[in-house]
């Protein structure tokens, strides 16, 4: 089994569109967990950090159920600029400050 | 305040050879992570560096090495190259004290081996 899963995408939405993510991990030690976005061909930036009580950025909202290892980010009001890759990362346990990605999630917003 | 660099951006290389890779972290930053991101994979970790030292390593094999220097910047090495090493290789910093260890990558080197 994979440290963290990701739903498989892509997924396709016309703007205006709520889309949710979901992902799992397999490590109760884990600590830390973050949502990244990617572009094609580009680095991972970071979108949210998430914490234990969830947290929202404007139309971004990240939830974390630790009793079921399970992490969510919610998109409300897609744009056309959110289309990217979705990254799912949690810190690897036991090994300090190494992060464990998930393969991503594919999101294309249409007009 | 700077963000993370790394050089080259692109590089070809033919399989046995070696190669050096090279990251400026952020200012304020002192540690330095290394990933690999094969097409259509999430990137995987290398190894990171903390105090010039190597602190914690993925499964990569001893012909994948790195250093950090005083100033916090880094180099991964690889020798020996494989075609399966081409990839796109990421550098993130981070401050070691921030309770949450927020990681940020440069725009990586895209190493293609032939």
């Known amino acids: 089994r994979k440290e963290v899963e990701q739903d498989p995408g892509p997924f396709n939405v016309p703007e205006g569109a709520t889309v949710a993510f979901n992902c799992t991990y397999s490590?109760?030690?884990?600590?830390?967990f973050f949502w990244y976005r990617q572009d094609c061909r580009k680095e991972p930036k970071l979108l949210m950090s998430?914490?234990?009580s969830g947290n929202e950025d404007g139309r971004f909202t990240a939830q974390l159920n630790r009793a079921s290892q399970y992490i969510s980010l919610l998109i409300r009001d897609s744009k056309l600029s959110d289309s990217a890759t979705y990254l799912c990362v949690v810190n690897k346990a036991n090994s300090g400050y190494a992060l464990n990605f998930g393969k991503g999630t594919s999101l294309l917003v249409t007009p | 305040e700077t963000g993370v660099t790394q050089s080259p951006t692109h590089l070809i290389k033919t399989r046995g050879q070696q190669v050096t890779l090279r990251c400026s972290s952020q200012?304020?930053?002192?540690?330095v992570s290394w990933y690999q991101q094969a097409l259509g994979q999430g990137p995987q970790f290398i190894f990171q560096y903390y105090r010039e030292e190597e602190n914690g390593r993925g499964n990569f094999p001893p012909r994948f090495s790195g250093l950090q220097f005083p100033n916090y910047s880094s180099e991964l090495n690889v020798n020996a190259l494989e075609l399966d090493d081409s990839a796109l290789y990421l550098c993130?910093?981070?401050?070691?004290?921030?309770?949450?260890?927020?990681?940020?990558f440069g725009p990586g080197t895209r190493l293609t081996v032939l």
């Open positions: 998430v914490y234990s």
């Open positions: 490590n109760s030690a884990s600590q830390s």
């Open positions: 993130a910093s981070s401050r070691r004290t921030s309770p949450y260890n927020e990681q940020f």
């Open positions: 200012s304020g930053h002192n540690t």
